[in-house]
């Protein structure tokens, strides 16, 4: 006789293999067949809600030079990138956190910290490169679908007899998100390179921009996690130099 969790993973199994026969489409960057079952329409939607709840959290910057510098460049880079369904949306958070994202639907966020730590419109437009490709590529939708089949299973896994297998179950759904999100990041790199190559900017200042912000790390101090939803800054400068076909050093394939 089958165990109740056995049943459980079989009955999620199936739902999610049900869906993706359903609405699969090919995405050009990854050359994959995927699973997109939200549309363009309804990312646009979610990702407008977000947006609502993220500028109710930080403040939306109303500084008019940052805000027309981050225009400027991501008007150049607009008719460069793969998507033609979504309108952009772009704001500068008061926050001087070193960091930008991207929300479904187009929406771009850059904090005022990164804002004034790149030191060129070159690195500026590698960066927002990078949140478009995140876009273009369907990051954002694969992950709230992600988000929405984790907690089908998660929601299976309780009625499950042994209270380890919920726990086991969310291990395993972390683990696999984790590294799907570091290779989101390695593709969303080469994007970023492309963009901002083909909009006339130099590519190969987003080397220079790593370089401080690993300097920047090393000297800050922050907690380690078991899970690392990014993949070393190292490792993403070597992939950049060999797309590039820039020389390599010994320092690039050392770990921070």
């Known amino acids: 006789m089958l165990s109740r969790s ?3 993973v079989l009955i999620a199994v199936f739902t999610l293999s049900f869906l993706q026969a359903c609405a699969t489409e090919y995405n050009p960057v990854t050359g994959r067949q995927e699973m997109i079952f939200i549309s363009p329409q309804q990312e646009s939607s979610m990702g407008r809600n977000i947006a609502r709840q993220v500028e109710e959290k930080y403040k939306v910057l109303k500084d ?6 981050l225009y400027r460049v991501a008007e150049k880079l607009i008719p460069v990138q793969g998507r033609r369904d979504i309108v952009y949306h772009f704001e500068v958070l008061d926050d001087d956190d070193i960091n930008a994202f991207t929300l479904p639907g187009g929406y771009i966020y850059v904090f005022r910290g990164l804002m004034e730590f790149v030191k060129n419109d070159d690195e500026l437009a590698y960066i927002i490169g990078h949140e478009m490709g995140h876009n273009v590529a369907k990051h954002a939708v694969k992950k709230m679908q992600g988000a929405m089949g984790a907690q089908l299973l998660l929601l299976l896994s309780t009625q499950a007899d042994s209270p380890g297998f919920t726990r086991g179950m969310e291990l395993a759904l972390a683990s696999i998100f984790s590294e799907y999100s570091q290779e989101d990041e390695f593709l969303a790199d080469e994007l970023g390179i492309k963009y901002a190559r083909e909009a006339g900017y130099d590519p190969s200042r987003a080397i220079d921009f790593m370089e401080r912000l690993q300097e920047y790390s090393r000297k800050k101090l922050r907690p380690i996690t078991y899970f690392k939803t990014h993949p070393y800054l190292s490792s993403r400068m070597t992939r950049i130099k060999k797309i590039l076909g820039l ?7 050392i770990n921070e």
């Open 64 to 69: 008019p030079v940052l805000q027309e510098r």
């Open 247 to 253: 020389p390599l050093s010994v320092k690039d394939f």
């Open 6 to 8: 056995y049943i459980f």
